[in-house]
């Protein structure tokens, strides 16, 4: 198993690429912190993963804020004894240009998709650098590096994400502790179904054009969470501040 004994927090554990990796960590052997904003989702995760016998508990948590984050990593701790790997992939998404976009909902945005993961940062790598290290994988985005329409805040966040994925491995690195960030391409969540309703089309005709790239077809939460693991695992031991993306070809 290519987690074996691996503590890991996941963020947005609830949703559509934080379940799969959920469940893909536990399969692999890891136990898993399930957190999320949405408390009967991380629940209900969690105690999938404990119905097939794998360790999980489940964390109501909103990782804009630095008490939440804090308690989160100190009862993974607690219960654990300590933490390995982090997911740092709780996300949201506003699709507006500069000029429909409120000041509110670029703050929002930022504070979801990026001050999380500096708060996370900031209090599980000394937890990790005190057990030898670890590692944190960051959820960028294919728009993170190429950009994309009607969505500013968000490929700002996620630009902001890959890079501050790079300045962490560079700090931390010699602690033991490798960073990189995955980046999906459209993957058939909520989110996509949450885009189309924001912009006023047909979530099956949003979702037929997602497919418009080389291999045809968008991606699935699980082909995103084997990314993950792979970035999890001693398997990638000499990776690190990568920006890995995932996106069946032809975004990023
Ligand atoms: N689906 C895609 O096409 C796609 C593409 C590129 C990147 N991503 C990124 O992947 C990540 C996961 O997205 P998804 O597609 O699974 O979306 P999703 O909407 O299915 O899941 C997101 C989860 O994050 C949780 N969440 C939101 N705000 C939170 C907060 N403040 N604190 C704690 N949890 C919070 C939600 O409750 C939800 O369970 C996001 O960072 C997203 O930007 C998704």
């Keep these: 198993m290519q987690l074996e004994d691996k503590r890991a927090i996941i963020t947005g554990g609830a949703g559509g690429i934080g379940r799969a990796t959920a469940l893909a960590f536990a399969a692999e052997g890891a136990k898993v912190a399930v957190v999320d904003l949405d408390a009967a989702g991380a629940d209900a995760v969690a105690g999938e993963i404990t119905a097939d ?126 960073v990189n960030s995955v980046n999906p391409g459209d993957t058939n969540t909520d989110m996509l179904r949450d885009e189309a309703r924001q912009l006023g089309e047909d979530p099956s005709t949003f979702l037929a054009d997602a497919a418009d790239r080389p291999l045809g077809r968008m991606g699935e939460p699980g082909e995103i969470a084997a990314a993950v693991v792979w970035l999890a695992s001693d398997a990638s031991s000499y990776v690190t501040g990568t920006a890995l993306v995932v996106d069946g070809g032809g975004i990023a």
């Design 53 to 178: 016998g794998g360790e999980a508990i489940a964390l109501q948590a909103d990782v804009s804020v630095e008490i939440d984050i804090v308690r989160v990593v100190e009862t993974t701790v607690d219960t654990f004894g300590g933490v390995d790997v982090v997911f740092n992939n709780a996300g949201i998404i506003v699709r507006s240009t500069a000029i429909d976009l409120t000041a509110e909902e670029w703050d929002r945005v930022f504070a979801v998709n990026v001050r999380s993961v500096f708060l996370m940062c900031k209090h599980v790598v000394p937890v990790m650098a005190a057990d030898g290290g670890g590692s944190i994988v960051n959820t960028g985005s294919g728009w993170g590096l190429t950009g994309g329409a009607n969505a500013l805040s968000y490929c700002a966040s996620k630009g902001a994400v890959v890079n501050m994925t790079r300045a962490l491995a560079i700090d931390h690195g010699p602690q033991g502790i490798r």
